[in-house]
């Protein structure tokens, strides 16, 4: 059964992160080079958007395992992915459209706005996830798998770990129009504190998860 939570969970980190980053080099009214933004962008939302979009179409026709995984991590991958497949083409041709410094957050504002709905959208989607998780204790380890297995008695602590990952994305998903909006404020804050705190989480996560999932294979051989 394939598995894609080790390289989706890096790449969302990863992802979250730079566009934090993004976001507060454009605030700085610095130059910035946005070929190099794209290639990032474009990089990760590739790995995204493939796995997404083949474990979205693919899971709910298997006959074993989680088919509730390609809604919890399929479909956001594959809309996180679009999302930044989609920046990095716009920064990729039309990046000079933000060298002016002083009518930068005008023009991200004009340009964003719109998807920024689906953003507060998928804000209300993570926390859909959330209480599922919390309500069908999901996300619990079996005992083979190292280190996440020694909870595998104890399914709501890795149930609220995920969660409350989930939690902090959609908060900063349901504040980023507003925060686009205002430029500056609690709002902005807020999300890139959410973004940066999930994003650090997922990189993690995603990192211990090739040793955890290698190990669950090796004992379960």
């Known amino acids: 059964m394939p598995l894609y939570n080790t390289i989706m969970s890096l790449a969302v980190?990863?992802?979250?992160?730079?566009?934090?980053?993004?976001?507060?080099?454009?605030?700085?009214?610095?130059p910035i080079v946005t070929d190099g933004w794209a290639l990032a962008f474009g990089a990760l939302g590739l790995i995204l958007f493939?796995?997404?979009?083949?474990?979205?179409?693919?899971?709910?026709?298997?006959?074993?395992?989680?088919?509730?995984?390609?809604?919890?991590?399929?479909?956001?991958?594959?809309?996180?992915?679009?999302?930044?497949?989609?920046g990095a083409l716009f920064l990729w041709k039309r990046g000079a459209t933000l060298e002016d410094a002083e009518k930068r957050g005008i023009t991200i504002e004009q340009l964003a706005g719109p998807i920024s709905l689906f953003v507060f959208g998928l804000g209300l989607a993570c926390w859909s996830i959330a209480a599922a998780g919390w309500k069908y204790m999901l996300f619990s380890a079996?005992?083979?798998?190292?280190?996440?297995?020694?909870?595998?008695?104890?399914?709501?602590?890795?149930?609220?770990f995920i969660s409350m990952l989930y939690v902090l994305i959609g908060i900063g998903?349901?504040?980023?129009?507003?925060?686009?909006?205002?430029?500056?404020?609690?709002?902005?804050?807020?999300?890139?504190?959410?973004?940066?705190?999930?994003?650090?989480?997922?990189?993690?996560?995603?990192?211990?998860?090739?040793?955890?999932?290698?190990?669950l294979i090796v004992n379960t051989m």
């Open 173 to 215: 998903a349901l504040l980023f129009p507003l925060a686009l909006r205002k430029r500056a404020g609690w709002s902005v804050i807020v999300t890139a504190i959410a973004w940066i705190i999930g994003g650090l989480a997922f990189l993690i996560f995603g990192a211990l998860n090739y040793f955890t999932h290698i190990g």
């Open 13 to 30: 980190g990863v992802g979250l992160l730079l566009v934090v980053a993004l976001g507060y080099q454009l605030s700085s009214k610095k």
């Open 50 to 86: 493939a796995t997404g979009l083949d474990m979205t179409l693919t899971w709910p026709l298997a006959g074993q395992g989680f088919p509730f995984d390609n809604v919890i991590f399929g479909e956001p991958s594959l809309a996180f992915g679009s999302l930044l497949l989609a």
């Open 142 to 160: 079996p005992p083979e798998e190292p280190i996440s297995g020694e909870f595998a008695n104890h399914p709501l602590l890795e149930a609220s």
